[in-house]
Nanobody, 112 residues
Framework: QLVESGGGLVQAGGSLRLRCKAS???????????MAWYRQAPGKQREFVAS???????KYADAVKGRFTISRDNAWKTIFLQMNSLEVEDTALYYC?????WGSGTQVTVSS
């Protein structure tokens, strides 16, 4: 399974670091797997945020480029999303995805 953590309430301009830890059978195939973060704001569709391959090639949505950084620690079967310069528009439920699985999400709320 995938379990996210690290969400919370932060003022605009602040930072948060999200974590997604893999556990169970999928850990045996975690290292080469492409993993990603998505988000869903109230009343909107789920959208892609960032992804990282097993070779640590990264991709970002235009809305977060230069502000968010995705990384991974294969030893701990964990991926991270460092979010800086947060904006009110970043408020959403953030999901971790990969290996045909989704986490249950962690809420990020950015206040003005």
């Amino acid at each position: 399974q995938l379990v996210e953590s690290g969400g919370g309430l932060v003022q605009a301009g602040g930072s948060l670091r999200l974590r997604c830890k893999a556990s169970g059978a999928i850990t045996s195939v975690f290292n080469p797997a492409e993993m990603a973060w998505y988000r869903q704001a109230p009343g909107k569709q789920r959208e892609f945020v960032a992804s990282i391959t097993g070779a640590r090639v990264t991709k970002y949505a235009d809305a977060v480029k230069g502000r968010f950084t995705i990384s991974r620690d294969n030893a701990w079967k964990t991926i991270f999303l460092q979010m800086n310069s947060l904006e009110v528009e970043d408020t959403a439920l953030y999901y971790c995805s990969g290996l045909d699985l989704w986490g249950s999400g962690t809420q990020v709320t950015v206040s003005s």
